[in-house]
């Protein structure tokens, strides 16, 4: 009778003994075999699970799946390539020895490579890491969230997606330090990466109650109107030009002026002279009263203008 050897994948990224019903099935029925100690190894020891560390697994697990058995192999963290190649020509060779199958026991969840990333950061950021990031403050790091983020947008202007990916890894990189940085924060004021996640989590689920609970919407204007509401509502107390940002683009800051002061009700206080200055915020009125982007506007003339000077020299 044919024997049946299972190669138990588990995923690094979740705590070990996190397993699907079927392989905690399988690893208390059959005898397992692995190459090295681990931590999913002394979950599974904790549990009663006999695990046996071998440097001959390929034997043990063909003696084992003698008969009719079953033996079971836990792949380490690195998926043991080269040994399911080895057991694969063995079993080649040998077709009546064995039947191999592959059991997934756990698997990354969407978004578990954020998890090597913060891991990645924090042996970088820690002694003995990058003394060139080690060295870093909030302050010193501010220019290049501002640069990266603008190389994202310019990837989003000339829709270069593959760009945009690599772009958007840079921001997260930004994301993932500063947040590092934050742990190490003096008197009481540090925190994480999980703190920055958290709130975030908190405020989707806050802002959008026709997702989350039972508030009832028919248009994405609706939807916008709500967001608003909500997010006044959580800023209570706070003027409406509280929480502009002055370092963006002075467009920009004249647009969310503009557009925090309509919202408001607040009256245009009119131009107190003719300098450049003032007209320009004549022409962000304007473009603000027409539903346009002045900033957008002004970077589309610019980009046209620069690529004709590229041409003509």
């Not at 079971?72 to 080649?92: I, K, N, Q, T, Y």
């Not at 829709?159 to 993932?176: I, K, N, P």
């Not at 309509?262 to 002279?273: E, F, Q, V, Y």
Request: no cysteine; aromatic share 6%; charged share 25%.
């Amino acid at each position: 009778m044919t024997g049946r050897i299972v190669l138990l994948v588990t995923s690094p990224r979740l705590p070990a003994g996190l397993l699907t019903a079927a392989a905690w099935d399988l690893v208390r029925t059959w005898p397992v075999f692995t190459g090295a100690e681990g931590d999913q190894v002394t979950a599974l020891r904790s549990a009663g699970v006999t695990v046996t560390v071998t440097g001959h697994g390929v034997d043990d697990l063909v003696e084992a799946a003698r008969d009719g058995g079953t033996a079971v192999w836990l792949a380490g963290p690195a998926g043991d390539d080269s040994f399911a190649r080895e057991l694969g020509m063995r079993l080649a060779r040998e077709p009546s020895l064995a039947e191999m199958e592959l059991m997934y026991g756990s698997w990354d969840p969407p978004g578990a490579r954020l998890l090597d990333a913060v891991t990645v950061m924090d042996r970088l950021s820690s002694p003995g890491g990058d003394p060139w990031k080690r060295q870093q403050t909030h302050r010193s790091l501010a220019k290049y969230m501002i640069e990266e983020v603008y190389e994202a947008f310019d990837a989003i202007e000339a829709d270069d997606y593959a760009a945009l990916r690599e772009e958007l890894g840079d921001v997260l990189l930004q994301v993932v330090l500063h947040a590092r940085l934050a742990e190490d924060l003096p008197d009481g004021r540090a925190w994480s990466i999980d703190d920055v996640a958290g709130e975030l989590v908190a405020k989707l689920i806050r802002r959008n109650p026709h997702v989350f609970a039972d508030a009832t919407v028919e248009s994405v204007d609706e939807i916008t109107a709500q967001w608003e509401q909500i997010k006044a509502e959580e800023k209570s107390g706070r003027g409406p030009m509280d929480g502009i940002a002055l370092a963006q683009p002075a467009l920009s800051l004249a647009t969310k002026i503009q557009e925090r002061a309509a919202r408001a009700g607040l009256p245009d206080p009119g131009p107190t002279g003719d300098d450049l200055g003032e007209r320009l915020w004549a022409l962000v009125a304007a473009a603000v009263a027409a539903g346009e982007d002045a900033e957008s506007a002004l970077r589309r003339v610019a980009v046209a203008r620069l690529a004709a000077h590229r041409d003509a020299g």
